[in-house]
């Protein structure tokens, strides 16, 4: 039995989904414990391609139980639309269960979200305008709508019409929009309620009797170690926790409950959205990076910042989730590349810095210093065990293994499933592991 928790290590959009998906073979449950449909987790199972936003990527397996976490915001709208789109493909959704303590995203936070933007102008934080943030400050502020309130008709309708009256004023005043009626919110919440009602659990419960039958629970986080509310490059970060802490509060488990945490990177650095991103490339090489990645978002569309790989905040997320373990993903991108660039600090009025900055002012100043690695020149994409690697393939793993002072569990190579080399199974132990010992890495037996 092992509890894993799989996190980003980067600002998102690293390809979990498609390790969730992989672990989720071997596991039982699988939680999305934080974020919302601001999410987007891309799987590909032969010629079939499945965009995820709120649904756990182990929904593609019948027998995996799939929970939406407390720690979730939901919009019912979206969920139910993707609820519809995996039925129509074939998928079950019967072993989807979702928090009765879950926060439920309204419209007002959806316009709330949007004309926010707009006014901050030059100042705004790149948000998917999906009323996410809004969301979570109606929970922070004690005024939020959960799930358990969106299945009880009576509460839904008092809690709901004094909240629009409040928002209303809001909407109105302060961004110069038209009012929401409160009875056609109502009744449209009320046919999400009765379409949804039947997957609302006390989803704790349920998790942590999967623990005491010693189930293999994989908890699933959306976005990235740097977009953290508390961890992030604040204030161009989520409204949640994706950090692997995120885990236990947005599931409610207790933190012995956590056996692994796997960290996701990409073998370059992408971004969304605004914020400092020190090796991002605007020439070229960016460009090439951004074609032969596909980085464009999931939810939104939005292209990608490309840049080299930063081991700087590669530490920084292995300190902050406790990493044992890393997925690296999309290594073939770079499969034409000559010569390949790693950050291995940053050089900031003057001094070198080895650790990412607290202050956003100072990161935005922060400037890459590179270690440059010979390419390999040759597709990987067919390669499926470390020997079939190209030798510059493999120096370079094993640098970012040191670098970051972690073993290397998975490589992915592609976006199909077997499109994979398993170093390591995190779930049921060790095979053999691309490792970091005494500053020295190697590959065992």
Known sequence: MANVVVIGAQWGDEGKGKITDLLSRSAHVVVRYQGGVNAGHTV???????????????????????????????????????????????????????????????????????????????????????????????????????????????TLQARLEWAIEYKNVVLEKLYGLAPLDSAAVVAEYQGYAERLRPHVVDSSLLINQAVRDRKNILFEGAQGTLLDLDHGTYPYVTSSNPVAGGACIGSGVGPTMI???????????????????????TDCMGAALCDRGAEFGTTTGRQRRCGWFDAVIGRYAVRINGIDCLAVTKLDVLDEMEEINVCV???????????????????????????????????????????????????????????????????????????????????HGPKRALLYENGVTSQVA
């Open 259 to 281: 056996d692994r945490v796997i960290g996701v990177a990409k073998a370059y650095t992408t971004r969304v959205g605004e914020g400092p991103f020190p090796t991002e490339l």
């Open 44 to 154: 590909v199972v032969k010629d079939q391609t499945f965009k995820l936003h709120l649904i756990p990527s182990g929904i593609l397996y019948p027998k995996t139980e799939c929970v939406i976490g407390n720690g979730t915001v939901i919009d019912p709208k979206a969920l139910i639309a993707e609820l519809d789109t995996l039925e129509t493909l074939g998928i079950s959704t019967n072993n989807l269960f979702i928090s009765d303590s879950a926060h439920v995203t309204m419209p007002y936070h959806r316009l709330i979200d949007q004309a926010s933007e707009e006014r901050l102008g030059n100042q705004k934080i790149g948000t998917t305008r999906r009323g996410i943030g809004p969301t979570y400050a109606d929970k922070s502020e004690r005024t939020g709508i959960r799930m358990v309130d969106l299945i009880e008709t009576e």
């Open 345 to 427: 600090a940053y050089k900031v009025d003057g001094e070198i810095c080895q650790e990412f900055p607290s202050s956003a002012r100072r990161f935005a100043r922060c400037e890459p210093v590179y270690k440059s690695l010979p390419g390999w020149q040759q597709s990987t994409a067919d390669c499926r065990n470390l020997e079939d690697l190209p030798r510059q393939a493999l120096d370079y793993l094993k640098f970012l293994a040191e670098l970051m002072e972690v073993p290397i569990a998975i490589v992915s190579l592609g976006a199909s499933r077997d499109q994979t080399i398993i170093v390591e199974d995190p779930i």
